[in-house]
């Protein structure tokens, strides 16, 4: 799903959204509603390519915890309501790569840990967001490594930016212009998790909460 270039978001006080933030957000880019029904619709594309085998969600924290979460319910209420019915691991893995609204050039595997587990499996990595394609692809590399039987990766949110690599998810929730957004787990120096909406910053908020 596009959204494009000029698309300006939804007045701030047409949804409600935490009295704390107030006056730190420009917009709602993408309300709370838009993000479910997306992810449900997500949820069954996966079971479609992937309902056939076990499966071991690999979620990308700390920004793809929400997405993760509906997602992995999106799936089970498939489950439920099918004949087709996997069993379904949920682990995670930690990344981190951004300080204020810029990537750093470090990407890093916080608390890297073994997952040979994943031999054999199908995998799905579960990301919140990606633009230039480094950090995925960095994380591809890695898991690539303890040799899963397939690997597949959901994003909610693909940037269009300037210098991507060709590294782009199997299911893409929202490609996005090269705004910076928050909400709905996702941070700018760890506030604004608690968001439901994905919102774009105002300079105000972008002020207040720099470090
Ligand atoms: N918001 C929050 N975290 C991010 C973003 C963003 O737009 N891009 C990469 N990490
Ligand atoms: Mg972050």
Redesign the pocket.
């Known amino acids: 799903m596009q959204i494009e270039d000029d698309w300006p978001g939804y007045n701030i006080d047409l949804f409600s959204s935490p009295t704390h933030y107030s006056g730190d957000l420009e917009c709602v880019y993408i309300p709370h509603g838009v993000i479910m029904d997306r992810t449900e619709r997500l949820a069954r594309n996966i079971m479609d390519d992937l309902g056939d085998h076990d499966l071991v969600v690999l979620c990308v924290l700390?920004?793809g915890y929400q997405f993760s979460a509906d997602l992995v319910e999106g799936i089970k209420t498939l489950s439920r309501n099918s004949n087709r019915s996997i069993p379904m691991r949920v682990h995670f893995i930690r990344l981190k790569s951004?300080l204020n609204d810029q990537s750093t050039e470090d990407l890093q595997i916080i608390g890297a840990e073994d997952l040979s587990f994943l031999n054999g499996k199908n995998v799905l990595i579960v990301e919140a967001i990606v633009d230039t394609g480094n950090t995925l692809k960095m994380l591809l590399k890695h898991v690539e490594g303890f040799r899963p039987k397939m690997i597949k990766v959901a994003g909610l949110l693909v940037k269009r930016v300037p210098h991507s690599v060709a590294c782009l998810p199997d299911y893409v929730g929202f490609e996005i212009p090269n705004r910076f957004v928050v909400g709905y787990a996702?941070?700018y120096n760890e506030y604004f998790r608690d968001l439901d909406h994905i919102c774009v910053l105002s300079e105000t908020g972008k002020m207040k909460y720099k470090i």
């Open positions: 700390k920004g951004y996702l941070d």
